[in-house]
């Protein structure tokens, strides 16, 4: 099991075993955000909770939005938030509404669906459930199972479990739906450590993520001990590519002089950035580099532009790339990034 779906049981266990954890005392008493792009299937994800969640839309207005809360029994009520939402009355007032009503440990679940990125308005006030890509590509077979639920029997082991995991933590966080998930993995022979780490990465990621003023230079940091550590020289400048660098495409570093960026891949981008993602999530990353002018955003707020290059028969071809200014990736004092990685080129072709 990979780790996408071991922080989506955590999230279903968080919502089935809502009440339980009502009792304990131990609600995360601030709305749940999940990050979701384009591909997001709203019905397929209706479809992994026990029973129907409440949905909602900022045209309902405050009144209609109240009268469904109040019929609310334990289910997840989502809504989805983006500035657009925020900047108009009816959806602003519905977003507070659920803020106001998280932090007294209302009779549901309140998740907010965010596209890109979170509003900074309610940054604060929220409570971000980062997978390691998009929702919709983690969206498989798992479903909320009424097994997820322990037996009554089963809470005093839920309760010990909870004490041993949370000695030393101020907020518990989202231990509580994990520590309630141990019985079941007890009776299925499943191995409870990866949730538990998981359960732990997510905390951690709520926690940090307020603190992305260190991004960029961590970023430069390990950029340039990524590129020391692999001696990295698969660069190439941009213009009419070869059949080769058009099969390395996504291993290789492509420098456009002209326009003085510089385009990595996505999958270059993340080997970069293993460590930082260990505390924040790579759209967090991306947005601090893009408010740092570091990345440059690409069209409708994306954060990948489209590359633009021949191939050897003439024709434009387009790839999308993370976009850099080349500057920017220039540490004070050391040799720029783009000139290691020639250098090393260099020396390659000397052996």
Not at 154 to 177: H, W
Request: with cysteine.
């Amino acid at each position: 099991m990979n780790d996408s779906k071991y922080i989506l049981m955590l999230l279903l266990s968080y919502v089935v075993n809502y009440p339980i954890i009502l009792s304990f005392g131990l609600s995360l008493l601030k709305p749940i955000v999940l990050l979701i792009d384009d591909t997001f299937n709203l019905f397929s994800f209706t479809k992994l909770f026990h029973f129907q969640p409440v949905l909602l839309d900022y045209t309902d207005g405050v009144i209609a939005v109240k009268k469904k809360l109040n019929r609310c029994n334990s289910q997840a009520v989502i809504f989805p938030v983006d500035r657009k939402t925020l900047r108009n009355n009816k959806g602003k007032a519905i977003t507070e509404l659920l803020i106001s009503q998280s932090k007294t440990g209302c009779n549901y679940v309140p998740i907010f669906l965010v596209k890109g990125e979170i509003p900074d308005e309610i940054r604060d006030d929220v409570f971000e459930i980062s997978f390691p890509e998009y929702l919709p590509q983690c969206v498989t077979n798992i479903r909320a199972d009424y097994e997820m639920i322990p037996y009554p029997t089963e809470l005093s082991l839920v309760k010990d479990e909870i004490r041993k995991r949370t000695e030393s933590m101020n907020a518990p966080g989202f231990i509580i739906p994990a520590a309630l998930l141990y019985p079941y993995f007890q009776r299925n022979n499943l191995d409870i450590d990866p949730l538990f780490r998981n359960a732990l990465k997510i905390n951690r990621y709520d926690e940090e993520r307020k603190q992305v003023d260190a991004i960029p230079d961590l970023f430069l940091m390990y950029l340039y001990e990524w590129q020391k550590k692999n001696e990295f020289s698969s660069v190439c400048f941009l213009k009419k590519l070869s059949e080769e660098s058009i099969r390395q495409i996504e291993s290789t570093v492509f420098i456009d002089d002209k326009e003085q960026v510089v385009y990595i891949p996505e999958k270059l981008f993340q080997q970069i950035t293993s460590d930082i993602s260990e505390w924040f999530n790579l759209n967090s990353i991306k947005k601090s580099l893009t408010d740092a002018d570091i990345l440059v955003r690409g069209e409708n707020e994306r954060y990948s532009c489209h590359m633009t290059y021949f191939d050897e028969g003439g024709g434009i071809q387009r790839k999308r790339m993370l976009k850099f200014n080349s500057n920017a990736l220039n540490r004070p004092g050391e040799i720029p990034f783009v000139d290691k990685c020639v250098i090393s080129a260099s020396k390659e072709a000397m052996v």
